[in-house]
């Protein structure tokens, strides 16, 4: 958003220096799978000392069939995200869910299960 000549106007009336940064857009998309396949997206965020994480089901046409979200006592992101992904795999395994592709943002995580050593 520009201000153009009003930055200064409204500087000047809140008497404050306004430095305006527009940032990156991204755009996201999801990738279908295979029709026997189910895709498990999970995340955890971490703000200071409160901590979550969330987790959904999808099947191939990309509907929800399962998602879940709760806080964390964890303080490390790593581990917030591993928990994401535990309380998924929990969440899709109670509602009878066989084969999953799951997906993570955390390299933390996918370095952890591929190597089996703490990143």
Known sequence: MDLGPNR???GDIWNIDIDIEERTKLTC???KTGPDITILNTDGSLQGN???WAAVARDHSGQVLVA???RSV???IALIELQGLEKGLHM??????????????STNVVSFLKTNKVP
């Open 8 to 10: 200064e106007r409204l």
């Open 29 to 31: 998309t999801w990738e």
């Open 50 to 52: 409160i901590g979550g």
């Open 68 to 70: 879940a979200k709760g």
């Open 74 to 76: 964890y303080n490390s």
């Open 92 to 105: 899709i395994k109670e509602d009878g869910i066989k084969k999953v592709y799951a997906q993570t943002d």
